[in-house]
């Protein structure tokens, strides 16, 4: 079975500083992917990045990046020059496999990023 | 615009009752989800489909009934069989061809219990 885990309940940061949301995860399968989604509290759920395990480099998307270590099982969210805007819950998932199986999720972290 | 759609947003079941939430998506996509959300908790799926008339239980089916009539709907039934129902309920969909591809979310239904 896979498990993803966020130890980082909720972290307040200043406006312009870089984040880091840690993410570990398990898994037996060498094949999977990992995600990570945003939810605002308006409710939805939306996607940032993802990252393969056969992936070489880190993933990256504009602001956001992920800091991939395969050896620690480790997929850390970097955020650069945070906003106000990106105050929000904070999901990694992870999904084995190349099918249509669903995502297992982490608990989150809450991000608060104060002006 | 392409999307997922869920409909109703807030939704109230009594004792004993069956509801129904809708989900409906325009993006062509193969496979569809539900996920449960407890509050303060990460998304538990429910269930999923990967084609029309075909579905698979998630890890938290109990309770829960789905259909997959056509390929644009995922119609979620909630039974009187769940005992512990509000929570707020996500539906998402991907494309399933070319490996792992990121899940579209719906803006979710919230369902309390009167």
């Known amino acids: 079975a896979q498990k993803i885990t966020q130890t980082q309940p909720g972290m307040f940061v200043q406006e312009k500083e870089a984040v880091t949301l840690d993410c570990t995860y398990d898994t037996s399968d060498p094949s999977y992917g990992l995600f990570w989604y945003k939810q605002p509290s308006s409710g939805e759920m939306i996607f940032l990045i993802y990252?393969?395990?056969?992936?070489?480099q880190n993933a990256t998307e504009g602001r956001y990046s992920l800091n991939f270590q395969k050896a620690r099982k480790s997929a850390n969210l970097v955020i650069s020059a945070s906003q106000l805007g990106d105050s929000a819950m904070y999901f990694c998932a992870m999904k084995v496999g190349g099918g249509a199986d669903g995502l297992t999720f982490g608990k989150g972290t809450h991000l608060i990023i104060q002006p | 615009d392409g999307g997922i759609t869920q409909s109703p947003k807030y939704l109230f079941r009594k004792e004993g009752q069956n509801v129904t939430l809708s989900c409906e998506q325009n993006?062509?996509?193969?496979?569809m989800y539900w996920y449960r959300q407890d509050p303060g908790q990460g998304l538990r799926l429910i269930y999923y489909s990967q084609i029309v008339n075909d579905f698979q239980k998630g890890d938290i089916a109990e309770g829960y009934s789905v259909s997959r009539e056509k390929k644009e709907s995922f119609p979620l039934t909630v039974t009187s069989a769940q005992k512990n129902p509000t929570a707020f309920y996500l539906c998402a969909s991907s494309i399933v061809v070319g490996g792992n591809q990121p899940q579209h979310f719906g803006d979710g239904t919230r369902l309390s219990i009167l």
């Open positions: 990252q393969g395990s056969y992936d070489q």
């Open positions: 993006l062509n996509h193969d496979a």
